[in-house]
């Protein structure tokens, strides 16, 4: 049955609310590893992730800068692009976005009402990014994308996305998270990201560990390799600038701003322009976009007088990349972190770099999160003692700590739930 009803009201913030909330709680479902649902969900809505060619990226660090970057540049050269991607920072309607504009709340109102409606004729049990990734389908083929880029949530081969025929794969890399629901190896979470590969023979991967490419290659179909960036773009290289936190890359005789900062992101801005590339993406669309992208969170100057950093470093090879980052640019005595951690990341780990980076760092708490840590939980779980360490669980004392000490940097990272907490509390301030 193809659910095709609609009602078309005016939501009242109070509605959208109250609508968010009934969203949310299908998270109360858990995460469930399976393709039953959405299959069903999106059969009986016509099967709308059929209607376009889909950009599939998946990874542990970096597939959201690859998906928005790829979007970007999509967008400069004329194309109808939506984007999926999660978490959102601070409003739901982040998550889903054509030609760069949100979804608004009346839409998200109308197709969860649809989506809704076909859960109850099924009687399915979907969880929260199930229903979220069928209003997302249903929505990008209604406003008639050419092209939808869409970022896996968790692994691949069982994630709801991973239910459309991609034109291109992109998997960034893999290291060790969420090991419960995807194996305690990399090998193990590497086939596991593999899977979003299918038939797709266009499939781009950014590490060159032999146990993630092994994964990769054996999950190809037959005659068909992943092109590995590190490789073919083995002459490629880099410059930082410091001043503007941007990176030039320097590939096959041209040179390209990027405007998303990191030494990492010279391997994501690889992703991006070799999947640029095999859709033949003009030089000027390229140019343009690499130099104008956009990724909220990631290495974001948030103030430039005094200098504020937030970026959602949340497991321990972000925290050693980005402590990699700030060590080539500041002196630790001239750097302060606000962080805090989520209980079920490697917290020992992640301290060792955030002392390598700065001379004091204050824990605060993230409260509003079942798996949120107060400050000094977090210090008790935390062996390193190169730097200063202080507690401050109110989020605007930490920031009155930090100015006070009138350093050159103010690095606010370690969730994305604590960088939503910042923003909502000091957007307009």
């Known amino acids: 049955m193809d659910v095709k009803t609609e009602n078309p009201t005016t939501t009242t913030q109070n509605n959208i609310d109250a609508l968010l909330e009934e969203l949310y709680a299908y998270s109360m479902h858990g995460i469930k590893l399976g393709l039953e649902n959405i299959r069903i969900l999106c059969r009986m809505l016509g099967n709308p992730q059929r209607r376009y060619k889909v950009i599939h990226i998946a990874g542990t660090n970096g597939k959201g ?76 083929a209604d406003k008639g994308v050419e092209y939808a880029v869409v970022e896996t949530g968790m692994g691949g081969r069982f994630d709801a996305t991973n239910i459309c025929d991609d034109l291109i794969c992109v998997i960034t890399n893999v290291t060790l998270e969420h090991t419960e629901f995807l194996g305690k190896t990399v090998r193990k979470i590497s086939r596991e990201k593999a899977g ?24 190809m179909p037959k005659g068909a390799w992943p092109v590995n960036v590190l490789a073919k773009y083995k002459g490629a290289r880099f410059t930082s600038d410091y001043d503007n936190f941007t990176i030039t890359v320097h590939v096959d005789g041209k040179s ?65 990349e980005l402590a990699k980052i700030i060590r080539k640019g500041f002196a630790r005595k001239d750097v302060v972190v606000i962080t805090s951690i989520l209980k079920d990341k490697k917290i020992e780990d992640m301290g060792v770099s955030l ?27 935390i062996s390193s003692a190169e730097a200063e360490h202080l507690v401050e669980n109110d989020l605007g004392e930490a920031a009155r700590l930090a100015r006070e000490m009138n350093k050159k940097l103010t690095l606010v990272c370690g969730s994305f739930y604590l960088l939503s907490e910042w923003k909502e509390k000091f957007t307009n301030q």
Not at 257 to 284: I, M, T, W
């Open 355 to 381: 002392d390598s980076m700065a001379d004091t760092v204050i824990f605060t708490a993230i409260t509003h999160n079942p798996r949120g840590l107060r400050g000094e939980e977090v210090l008790a779980r």
């Open 196 to 219: 979003i590969i299918k038939h797709c023979r266009d499939v781009i991967v950014g590490d060159s560990k032999p146990t993630f490419l092994g994964q990769i290659t054996k999950a």
């Open 65 to 140: 800068s690859v998906t928005a970057t790829i979007d970007n540049v999509l967008r400069k050269a004329g194309c109808r692009v939506g984007r999926y991607i999660s978490p959102h920072i601070l409003r739901f309607n982040e998550r889903i976005a054509v030609d760069g504009e949100y979804i608004t709340d009346e839409e998200i109102a109308r197709y969860y009402g649809r989506v809704r409606e076909a859960i109850a004729i099924s009687d399915v049990k979907p969880t929260f990014f199930e229903v979220t990734t069928a209003m997302m389908f249903l929505w990008f």
């Open 256 to 320: 390209y701003v990027y405007s998303l900062f990191g030494d990492y992101q010279f391997k994501n801005f690889l992703c991006a322009y070799e999947a640029l590339k095999r859709l033949r993406v003009s030089e000027e669309a390229m140019i343009e976009g690499f130099a104008t992208t956009v990724w909220e969170c990631r290495f974001e100057r948030w103030s430039k007088d005094p200098l504020i950093i937030l970026d959602g470093a949340h497991n321990a090879d972000g925290m050693a």
